[in-house]
């Protein structure tokens, strides 16, 4: 086996899936790998503190008595934003053509609308207001996020890709728990909140593209435009690649089974758990209890796959140990279940995503539809993060009750780990 060292290779970014043998972290790639960590966070750091905290409280202040329902409502509507957006977000980048390459363009472009589109949420006073605006977001980031995506396939070679996916899993981890801990210190300030947020994802996409510039797209090759090949775009064949429909499936499933309690937890804590107003501020508290088990997992699992060159017994271990936190809370409807509950979902949650990224890269049916085919499997991770708190209202409102929701999500987190079996071309 050769070693092919990044340092020396006059132009690395050419560097991509095809490489084999081991690679040395240098140079660009060491760069790369750097800022995927603060630009991965600086997107999910919505994903964590809107949906689930200021969204969910700018719809209490507007009806509290149906507060789950609009809370579905709004949310399952700019979930249906985010299906649509990301593929296209995709297949657009993967042909568009400029100086700057394929990815940076849209990514800056979505930022700048998706903030833009945030502080239009801060400004609306009604319900239908903050869904048109909430839906503008959804579809703008999702046109970040999407090329962002693109990039490991891109740039990064196979065996190092453990190492990047624990990165980048870290920083939508770190994201999504840091954003519920940041939302609810900018609780009494939902608007600045929105503002903030805007701000920091603009400028930390923009400096991405700036210090990790693309080779220039604009000589090569593009197909042509055709209805077709915008419907194929939400598509990809189960039968001709089952390897890639296994690796979707058992994301979507995860995911939905995490974020459908994690998208409620400020009305768990104020309804279920009974801890009323004083709920806003344990949020920080369960985030903070939930990133030591994130950043210790994600830190552990990523080399470990690379090392032994093995990621589905990960993703198992993942499966069973957010199963066994969602356990907890169901059987003890407390303060201190809840904490136990973030511990152990916060080590099972973090261990999934230091490898599930690196596993999902490994079964992508096309080599130069990169960001077209990641924008498909996207689905599976933005998704349950809107989709999950609209259909965990629905269950919530028809059967009565928080508690319902966690064995609900336990078997979606076990069906996670079942669904990643088939997987034949990775380990």
Not at 384 to 404: N, R
Request: glycine share 12%; hydrophobic share 55%.
């Amino acid at each position: 086996m050769t070693t092919t060292s990044l340092a020396g290779n006059p132009n690395p970014q050419l560097i991509d899936g095809s490489t084999e043998g081991a690679v040395q972290i240098k140079g660009r790639l060491r760069k790369l790998l750097i800022w995927m960590l603060p630009t991965n966070i600086s997107i999910f750091l919505i994903w964590g503190a809107v949906p689930g905290i200021l969204l969910a409280l700018q719809i209490q202040h507007i009806d509290e008595s149906a507060k789950a329902a609009n809370l579905a409502l709004v949310t399952g509507i700019g979930a249906f934003g985010a299906m649509l957006a990301q593929p296209i977000a995709g297949m657009v980048s993967d042909r568009t053509r400029s100086r700057f390459g394929r990815r940076a363009p849209w990514m800056v472009l979505g930022a700048l609308v998706g903030g833009l589109s945030l502080i239009g949420m801060g400004l609306a006073n009604g319900l239908v207001q903050i869904t048109l605006a909430w839906v503008m977001v959804q579809i703008a980031f999702n046109f970040a996020q999407g090329p962002l995506s693109a990039v490991m396939p891109d740039r990064v070679p196979r065996s190092v890709r453990g190492t990047f996916a624990a990165l980048s899993g870290l920083g939508l981890m770190l994201g999504s728990i840091g954003g519920q801990i940041l939302g609810s210190q900018l609780a009494s300030n939902i608007p600045a909140g929105y503002v903030v947020l805007a701000g920091i994802a603009l400028v930390v996409v923009t400096l991405f593209v700036v210090f990790n510039p693309d080779r220039s797209s604009v000589g090569e090759p593009r197909e042509s435009f055709s209805m077709v090949l915008f419907l194929k775009t939400f598509w990809v064949n189960p039968v001709a690649h089952p390897d890639f429909f296994w690796g979707f499936t058992g994301r979507l499933l995860l995911y939905n089974g995490y974020f459908a309690v994690s998208g409620y937890q400020l009305y768990m804590l104020q309804d279920y758990i009974g801890l009323g107003e004083s709920a806003i501020s344990y949020v920080p508290l369960l985030g903070m209890i939930s990133l030591v088990g994130i950043i210790a997992a994600s830190l552990v699992s990523g080399p470990l796959s690379d090392k032994f060159g093995r990621r589905k017994i990960f993703v198992v271990i993942a499966s069973v140990l957010l199963a066994v936190a969602l356990l907890v809370p169901f059987v003890s409807p407390t303060l201190t279940g809840m904490m136990i509950y973030s511990a152990i979902s916060g080590v099972g949650f973090g261990c999934f995503q230091a490898v599930d990224t690196a596993l999902i890269t490994e079964v992508l049916p096309s080599k130069t539809d990169f960001g077209k085919d990641l924008g498909v499997v996207n689905i599976a991770a933005t998704l349950p993060q809107t989709l999950a708190p609209a259909v965990a209202g629905v269950i919530v409102v028809s059967f009565g009750g928080y508690g319902t929701l966690f064995p609900v999500a336990m078997v979606l987190a076990l069906l996670g780990a079942v669904a990643i079996l088939p997987i034949k071309s990775v380990r």
